[in-house]
C-alpha cells in the first residue's frame, strides 16, 4: 500500500507501523519552506519498516533511515520542502521514543 500525505493537512503526521510493505508516498501539495515531521510508532508486534520512500524525499549523504524495531518504539522523522528542487529534504531523526 502507498501512504498518501497531504502537505496541505497539516505539519505533523502519525503512523502506526502493522506490517512492512507501507511505501510513504510523496507529499501532495507542498509549499516552498514547508516542515513536516512524521512519528512513526512500532505496533505490539515490532521489526516493522517502510518499504519505499516516494522519489520527492532527499535523505542526503546519510541515506535512508533504519526505524528503530522494539514495539511500541516511536522514531521521528522531519523534513523541509525545497521548490527548487522539488524535493522533500531530510533535516532530522531521532530514534528510539
Same mark, same amino acid.
Given at each position: 500500500?502507498?501512504?498518501?500525505?497531504?502537505?496541505?493537512?497539516?505539519?505533523?503526521?502519525?503512523?502506526?507501523?502493522?506490517?512492512?510493505?507501507?511505501?510513504?508516498?510523496?507529499?501532495?501539495?507542498?509549499?516552498?519552506?514547508?516542515?513536516?515531521?512524521?512519528?512513526?510508532?512500532?505496533?505490539? +508486534?515490532? @521489526?516493522? &519498516? =517502510?518499504?519505499?520512500? $516516494?522519489?520527492? #524525499?532527499?535523505?542526503?549523504?546519510?541515506?535512508?533511515?533504519?526505524?528503530? +524495531?522494539? @514495539?511500541? &518504539? =516511536?522514531?521521528?522523522? $522531519?523534513?523541509? #520542502?525545497?521548490?527548487?528542487?522539488?524535493?522533500?529534504?531530510?533535516?532530522? +531523526?531521532?530514534?528510539?521514543?
Amino acid at each position: 500500500a502507498t501512504i498518501a500525505v497531504n502537505a496541505a493537512l497539516g505539519n505533523d503526521y502519525r503512523l502506526t507501523l502493522t506490517s512492512s510493505t507501507a511505501t510513504m508516498g510523496n507529499p501532495s501539495n507542498p509549499i516552498d519552506g514547508q516542515t513536516i515531521k512524521m512519528q512513526f510508532t512500532q505496533d505490539a +508486534t515490532g @521489526t516493522r &519498516t =517502510i518499504a519505499a520512500w $516516494g522519489t520527492s #524525499y532527499d535523505f542526503g549523504v546519510a541515506g535512508t533511515p533504519v526505524l528503530s +524495531t522494539a @514495539t511500541s &518504539t =516511536i522514531d521521528i522523522v $522531519g523534513f523541509v #520542502y525545497n521548490g527548487a528542487k522539488t524535493a522533500w529534504l531530510c533535516v532530522g +531523526t531521532v530514534l528510539g521514543f
